[in-house]
Nanobody
Framework: QAQLVESGGGLVQAGGSLRLSCEVF????????MGWFRQAPGKEREFVAG????????DYVDSVKGRFTISRDDAKNTVYLQMNSLKPEDTAVYYC??????????????????WGQGTQVTVSS
């Protein structure tokens, strides 16, 4: 079992930046691929960004490419989402998720095993 705790959300003006953090309370964090998802009111949850267990591979939804960067620090059991040039349409609850990678080098887009409680990101125009 793994516990994921997100932080770093808040209110920011359009064009601003935020960095989300997700600490994973699990001894074998380095064996997990990690992802960030978001859900806006009235919309389905969507994949935003993911990183492989090794950190070598990343993937992003088209709408955030060039603006968001996912990274991980295995020494701190933490995954980050740096969000720049934020837009009002980025407003959502952001969730981090972990998936056991079985030492496979890929970024899963779904079927994650563990989820955090979410952190609100609001971008004002």
């Amino acid at each position: 079992q793994a516990q994921l705790v997100e932080s770093g959300g808040g209110l920011v003006q359009a064009g601003g930046s935020l960095r989300l953090s997700c600490e994973v309370f699990q001894r074998t964090f380095s064996n997990y691929a990690m992802g960030w998802f978001r859900q806006a009111p009235g919309k389905e949850r969507e994949f935003v960004a993911g990183i492989s267990y090794s950190g070598y591979s990343t993937d992003y939804v088209d709408s955030v490419k060039g603006r968001f960067t996912i990274s991980r620090d295995d020494a701190k059991n933490t995954v980050y989402l740096q969000m720049n040039s934020l837009k009002p349409e980025d407003t959502a609850v952001y969730y981090c998720a972990a998936r056991w990678a079985h030492r496979l080098e890929y970024v899963p887009l779904n079927a994650y095993d563990y989820w955090g409680q979410g952190t609100q990101v609001t971008v004002s125009s």
